[in-house]
C-alpha cells in the first residue's frame, strides 16, 4: 500500500510546517500538502489539519475554513472512514464543520493562553492513542478560543460512546479545575466522532519532538504508524 | 509644467509641520512653490521619522562595520553573517505614539510593521520581542494600555505564527502620558537570497500588492513627530488598524515570489506610505517614476492624490519587478488571494511624476528631496541636577527584598508572556524568561542565535552616556550568559524634543555612549531607529536608548539558561565593590540620587570571555547576569524558574547590603558542579570568582540573614500581576 500523510493548509494555516517537521521525524515519511480550494482529493492517506488562524480567525476561529472546497472533501472521506486529525484552528475547524461535536469558544479568562499542560489519555482503545503507553502527557497549548463546550444531552452521549479522548490533568493525572487552562467543560482537550476515526485535539503534539520542547509528541506521531 | 494648484498658505506650511528655513529649501529645490500635494510630500519625508534629521549628524558617528557584517543601517533592516549560507536580519522600531493612543492597534501594527521590515529582505521572521514601558500603575490610563498593547503585541504575532520570544517591560511615572512601545524583530535568510530596495532598469513595472488604501494613518510619520498635548486623543483617526491576515498573506505570496526571479527591488509601505517607499526605492536607483494614481487600488471612495500619497493603511508592498514575470508575479499573488496592480514604472528623468485623472498633479525632483532633507546641529545643554538631602529609610534587608521581587518592575512577566505564542516554528529553545537571552534555533541545523533588549533609563538619565554604555553592555553580558558570541545591535532611541537643550543633550551623549561601548566591544550597530517628541505638556520621558542585542551560538549543546541542579556549586563571577548609586535598593529605601555604576570594558570582556569558554570547557549547569537588584535578586530568578532552594554565605569583607544588592557591571553567576574545574580555569584566566553557596532544600536562605520557603518566594513574585489585572476598573 502507497504510505501517505496529507496536511491540508489554508491561508493563514501557520503550523503546517511543524505538522510536516514532525511527521518527517517521526512517520519518516514526506507529507503531501494540498491547498485548500483541492476539490478533489484522491487517497490522501492520514488527513492532519494543522493550526493556525484559518482566513485570520474572523467572523469566528475555524468558521470561514468550513467554506473551503477541501473540506467538502474531508467530510467525504471521513464519511468513508479515512484517519483525520485536527489540531488546535484544525480542531475548531472540525467542530464548525460538525464532524465533530461541540464548539470551541473564547477561553474563560479572555486572552490567548501559550503554555504547556498534561493530558490524561481518557481512551485507549483508539487507534489513535492504544499504542501511546504513557497515562499521561504533556503538550503546548496556545490558543485563545480553545474552550471546549458542549451541552449536557452531548456529553452525556460523548461519554457513552467513549468519545473523550484527553482531558487537561495534573502530572500525575488528576483531573480538577485547578488544571483546566481554558474553562472546558470536564477539562475535555480532545474528542473523536462516533466513528471514532476523525480525532480533534487543541494542545500541540508537533510542539513536543525534542529534548528542549518535550518528547511526548513522538509516541503520539508513531502510533500512527500502522494507520499508514 | 501645468499642476494641479492647490493654493497654499502660511498656515498650510506651519500644519505641515515644515519649518521657515525648511520651506526656504523646498522653494531653492523646487524653484517654484509646491502644491498642496507636493507640499504633503516634503512634510513626510523631512519629518523626524523618516529625515532623522535631529540625529543624523550623530547617528553617523557609529561604528556600522564588522566583519560579520553584510548589511548595515540605510535599508530596511540590518543583515549579520551566521557562517554558512545563513544571515540573520534584525531591527527594532517604535510605536510609541500610536500606542498610546490607541493601545491595541498602535502595538499590533508596530510588530507589523516590523516583521514587514525584516521579510522584505527575503528573509523569513523567526522571531519577534519587544521593549515596553509604562506609566505608574497607580496612573488611570495604565491597566489599560497595558492590557491593550500586550492583547496588541500577542493577536499579532500570533495570528501570522512568529513567536514573541521575550523582551522587557517596566514601569516609570516618566511614561505616564508617553508609554513607550518598540517592537524587535528577527529574520533568517540565505546569503544568496537577500533582497534589497535599489529600483533599476528604466520602464521596469512597479507594482502595488496588500490592503487597499484608506485614509488611516494620513500624516502618522507627522504625528511621531511632534509632542503630545490634550487634544492628542483627537489623532485617533492617524492610528492605523492592523491586519494580521493579511500579513501573513504577503508574508507567503512574497517568499514564494522571492523564490522565482521576478523582483528587482521591493519595499513596504511603512512610515509615510507610498510616499517614502517610491523615493526610497527611487533614490536609491538614481531613477525617476511615474506614478498612475488612478490605478491605486482604494478602500474609501473620491480618495484624494495627497490622501493616497501620505495614508499610511499597513500591510502594503511596493516592488519592481523584471517586466517578463509579471504574469508570474500577478498568479502567486492571485493563489493567496491578493491584487497586484500595476500603478507605475521607472523613468530616467530623476523625477517622481504623479499623474491623477490624466493630469499631471505633482512633479519632485527625487535626488534633491532626499539628499537635500535638513540636517540639524541643536544646541545643548547639560541640565543640572539639585540633589536634594533625603534620608534613606532604615529597612531590614529582608523586608526590602520581599519589596523588590514582588515590585511592579521585578515581579514575574508570566501574565504577558502567556498572551505571547513563544513556540510556534518549534525552534524556540528558550524564551527570555528562561535565558538572559532567548535562544531560537537556525531551522534544520545545530546553531541558534540569542536575542536580547535592554536598558535602564534611571542611569540614562542622571548620565546619558553611561548610561547608554551599561545598556550595551549588560546586552551583550546577556548573550554572554546565553553561551552566544555577542554579534551586532540595533537601537532604539526614544527621547523627548530634541529642539530642548537638555533632551538634545541626551541624546548627543547616549549615541556617544553606544559608540564607545559598541566600539570597545566589537559590536557594530547594523540598524535602528530614532524616536523623539516623546514628551507630553513640556514633560519628557526619561532617556531610553532601547539596545536590541543578537549573538550566535555555534552549537546547541552550548545553549545556556537560568537553569540549576540540586548540590550544584554558586559561583559569582566579577568583583563585587557594592555600588549602590540608583540602585533597586536606594529607590526602594526612599534614595532616589547618586551615579550609575561605571563600567570598565577591558574588565567585561575579560570576565565575559571566562564566562564564553566556561560554558564550553568547564561545563555548566546555568548562568544568570547580575544587574538589576543585584546579586540577591539574580539568586532569586534562579530559584523561582527551578523551583529549588539555595544556601548563601554573605563574604565578611564587604556590607552585607552592597553585597546583596550592589549593581556593579560586569558580574555573572555560575551554577556548576565542576567546582574544581572552574576555579582552576578562573585562575589560568585571572578572573575574579568566588563560591557563595549551594543548591540545596527547599528554602531561599541567606545564612545569618533570612530564610523564606520557595513557596512563600513564588507567591510573592506572581502576585502582583494578578492583582493589579484582577482588580475592577
Request: proline content about 4%; aromatic content about 8%; some cysteine.
Amino acid at each position: 500500500m502507497n504510505k501517505e500523510v496529507s496536511i491540508i493548509h489554508f491561508p493563514g494555516s501557520n503550523c503546517d510546517r511543524d505538522l510536516a517537521v514532525a511527521i518527517k521525524y517521526c512517520l519518516k515519511l514526506k507529507p503531501k500538502f494540498l491547498w485548500h480550494n483541492e476539490s478533489h482529493i484522491k487517497d490522501p492517506g492520514i488527513i492532519f489539519i494543522p493550526g493556525g488562524f484559518s482566513f485570520g480567525d474572523y467572523l469566528r476561529a475555524g468558521i470561514l475554513a468550513t467554506k473551503s472546497p477541501a473540506i467538502k472533501e474531508v467530510i467525504r472521506h471521513a464519511k468513508k472512514g479515512v484517519p483525520i486529525i485536527g489540531i488546535c484552528n484544525g480542531f475548531q475547524i472540525l467542530t464548525e464543520c460538525k464532524l465533530l461535536e461541540g464548539a470551541l469558544i473564547k477561553n474563560s479568562s479572555q486572552l490567548f493562553s501559550c503554555k504547556k499542560v498534561f493530558l490524561r489519555i481518557e481512551n485507549k482503545k483508539n487507534y489513535f492513542t492504544k499504542n501511546i503507553k504513557k497515562g499521561v502527557v504533556q503538550y503546548p497549548i496556545a490558543h485563545s478560543q480553545g474552550k471546549f463546550y458542549v451541552d449536557d444531552y452531548n456529553l452525556k452521549k460523548l461519554q457513552d460512546n467513549d468519545q473523550i479522548m484527553f482531558k487537561y490533568s495534573s502530572k500525575t493525572g488528576d483531573i480538577s479545575d485547578k488544571y483546566n487552562p481554558n474553562g472546558s467543560v470536564q477539562n475535555i482537550a480532545g474528542i473523536v466522532n462516533k466513528k471514532k476515526n476523525v480525532l480533534g485535539l487543541m494542545p500541540h503534539p508537533e510542539r513536543a519532538i525534542d529534548s528542549f520542547s518535550g518528547r511526548d509528541g513522538i509516541v503520539f506521531f508513531n502510533g500512527l504508524n500502522e494507520l499508514i | 509644467m501645468n499642476l494641479e494648484n492647490n493654493l497654499i498658505n502660511a498656515k498650510t506650511i506651519i500644519d505641515h509641520g515644515i519649518s521657515k528655513s525648511e520651506y526656504n529649501r523646498i522653494l531653492k529645490i523646487l524653484k517654484r512653490e509646491p502644491n498642496l500635494l507636493e507640499l504633503g510630500i516634503f512634510s513626510v519625508m523631512w519629518s523626524e521619522h523618516c529625515s532623522y534629521k535631529s540625529t543624523k549628524k550623530w547617528l553617523k558617528t557609529l561604528p556600522t562595520n564588522g566583519e560579520h557584517v553584510i548589511c548595515g543601517p540605510g535599508e530596511n533592516a540590518g543583515i549579520i553573517d551566521i557562517g554558512g549560507n545563513d544571515a540573520i536580519v534584525f531591527k527594532m522600531e517604535s510605536h510609541n505614539h500610536p500606542s498610546f493612543i490607541e493601545p491595541y492597534q498602535g502595538a499590533a501594527t508596530g510588530v507589523g510593521g516590523i516583521m514587514r521590515d525584516v521579510f522584505t529582505m527575503g528573509a523569513r521572521p523567526i522571531a519577534n520581542l519587544n521593549s515596553l514601558r509604562f506609566g505608574e500603575p497607580s496612573n488611570i490610563k495604565t491597566k489599560n494600555l497595558l492590557q491593550g498593547v500586550v492583547k496588541g503585541i500577542g493577536d499579532y504575532g500570533n495570528c501570522v505564527g512568529i513567536p514573541t520570544v521575550g523582551g522587557e517591560c517596566s514601569f516609570h511615572k516618566s511614561y505616564n502620558n508617553n508609554i513607550l512601545v518598540n517592537a524587535m524583530c528577527v529574520g533568517l535568510v540565505k546569503k544568496n537570497k537577500i533582497f534589497y530596495s535599489k529600483a533599476k532598469g528604466i520602464g521596469n513595472p512597479i507594482i502595488y500588492v496588500g490592503s487597499k488604501t484608506g485614509r488611516d494613518g494620513i500624516h502618522g510619520a507627522t504625528m511621531a513627530s511632534a509632542e503630545f498635548d490634550d487634544t492628542s486623543i483627537d489623532q485617533r483617526p492617524q492610528v492605523q488598524v492592523g491586519d494580521p491576515f493579511m500579513e501573513k498573506l504577503l508574508l507567503e505570496s512574497c517568499q514564494e515570489l522571492m523564490k522565482e526571479d521576478a523582483i528587482i527591488a521591493i519595499q513596504d509601505m511603512g512610515a509615510a506610505g507610498l510616499t517614502s517607499s517610491s523615493f526610497e526605492m527611487a533614490s536609491k536607483g538614481n531613477c525617476g517614476v511615474k506614478l498612475f494614481l488612478n490605478e491605486v487600488p482604494c478602500r474609501e471612495s473620491k480618495m484624494t492624490p495627497y490622501e493616497m500619497m501620505l495614508s499610511e493603511t499597513q500591510e502594503r508592498m511596493l516592488m519592481v519587478i523584471k517586466p517578463d514575470k509579471k504574469k508570474i508575479t500577478f498568479d502567486i499573488f492571485k493563489k493567496w488571494g491578493l491584487e497586484a496592480i500595476e500603478i507605475g514604472h521607472l523613468t530616467d528623468t530623476g523625477k517622481m511624476q504623479m499623474y491623477f485623472n490624466n493630469r499631471l498633479v505633482g512633479e519632485l525632483p527625487i535626488k534633491p528631496l532626499a539628499d537635500s532633507a535638513p540636517e540639524y546641529d541643536r544646541p545643548r545643554k547639560k541640565k543640572a541636577f539639585k540633589t536634594i538631602k533625603v534620608k534613606k529609610r532604615n529597612l531590614q534587608i529582608e523586608n526590602v527584598f520581599l519589596e523588590m521581587i514582588s515590585s511592579p518592575n521585578h515581579s514575574s512577566k508570566e501574565w504577558l508572556f502567556r498572551q505571547y505564542d513563544n513556540m510556534v516554528m518549534c525552534d524556540t529553545i528558550f524564551s527570555s524568561e528562561e535565558s538572559d537571552a532567548a535562544i531560537v534555533r537556525i531551522h534544520k541545523t545545530k546553531k541558534a542565535v540569542a536575542i536580547t533588549c535592554d536598558c535602564n533609563p534611571i542611569f540614562c538619565y542622571t548620565d546619558p552616556k553611561l548610561g547608554a554604555k551599561l545598556a550595551v553592555a549588560e546586552s551583550w553580558r546577556n548573550l554572554i550568559a546565553s553561551g552566544a558570541k555577542p554579534l551586532a545591535v540595533t537601537d532604539n532611541l526614544n527621547f523627548g524634543n530634541p529642539e530642548k537643550k537638555d533632551v538634545m543633550y541626551q541624546i548627543k551623549k547616549a549615541i556617544e555612549g553606544i559608540k564607545v561601548a559598541c566600539t570597545k566591544l566589537s559590536f557594530p550597530v547594523v540598524s535602528g531607529n530614532v524616536s523623539l517628541y516623546n514628551e507630553t505638556k513640556g514633560k519628557s520621558i526619561l532617556p531610553t536608548p532601547v539596545i536590541g542585542g543578537v549573538g550566535l551560538i555555534e552549537d546547541l549543546k552550548f545553549v545556556t539558561g537560568i537553569n540549576m541542579k540540586m548540590d550544584d556549586s554558586i559561583f559569582i563571577i566579577g568583583y563585587t565593590k557594592g555600588h549602590l548609586g540608583l540602585s533597586v535598593y536606594n529607590q526602594i529605601c526612599g534614595y532616589k540620587y547618586g551615579k550609575p555604576p561605571s563600567i570598565d570594558f577591558d574588565n567585561e570582556i575579560k570576565n565575559g570571555n571566562f564566562v564564553y569558554n566556561a560554558i564550553r570547557e568547564v561545563g555548566i549547569s546555568g548562568c544568570h547576569d547580575v544587574s538589576e537588584g543585584g546579586i540577591i535578586m539574580s539568586l532569586a530568578e534562579l530559584c523561582i524558574k527551578n523551583k529549588l532552594g539555595i544556601q548563601i554565605s554573605i563574604p565578611d569583607e564587604i556590607k552585607k547590603e552592597n553585597w546583596l544588592f550592589g549593581e556593579d557591571s560586569s558580574r555573572y553567576i555560575i551554577i556548576t558542579n565542576n567546582e574544581k574545574k572552574l576555579l582552576k580555569y578562573a585562575k589560568k584566566m585571572n578572573v575574579f570568582v568566588k563560591n557563595i553557596g549551594k543548591v540545596k532544600g527547599s528554602s531561599f536562605k541567606i545564612i545569618n540573614e533570612f530564610e523564606i520557603s520557595l513557596k512563600d518566594l513564588i507567591t510573592y513574585n506572581k502576585q502582583w500581576f494578578k492583582n493589579y489585572i484582577d482588580i475592577e476598573k
